[in-house]
């Protein structure tokens, strides 16, 4: 399994950005994503791009607003998150998967989460 590592969560406002980044210890040739969890929530997946072809997918809460990717060389992905909401408080998680689906149970490897917090 490949090890993951994010960054860049934080305490921001209203409309405000954020960039989180995840630092994979191997070159991983599935898919990578972002996950999400709230207090008292399910794990919700946000945002996903696939090595392949650089395919990307959202959730549609998030779409339009945030944008993930790639930098292959550094083993790096990338979720810029602008205009952020209240709603989008919530423990941010990297995960990859050998599969090409965006679905959580496909995701072997985790990493151990970012807090995003939005205040109003």
């Known amino acids: 399994q490949v090890q993951l590592e994010e960054s860049g969560g934080g305490l921001v406002q209203v409309g405000d950005s954020l960039r989180l980044s995840c630092v994979a210890s191997?070159?991983?040739?599935?898919?990578m994503a972002w996950f999400r969890q709230a207090p008292g929530k399910e794990r919700e997946f946000v945002a996903g791009?696939?090595?392949?072809?650089?395919?990307?997918g959202y959730s549609d809460s998030v779409k339009g607003r945030f944008t993930i990717s790639m930098d292959n060389a550094k083993n790096t992905m990338y979720l810029q998150m602008n205009n952020l909401k209240p709603e989008d408080t919530a423990v941010y998680y990297c995960?990859?998967?050998?599969?090409?689906?965006?679905?959580?149970?496909?995701?072997?490897?985790w990493g151990q989460g970012t807090q995003v917090t939005v205040s109003s």
């Open positions: 995960a990859a998967s050998l599969s090409s689906t965006w679905q959580l149970r496909t995701f072997n490897s």
């Open positions: 191997s070159f991983n040739r599935g898919t």
């Open positions: 791009i696939r090595w392949r072809n650089s395919y990307t």
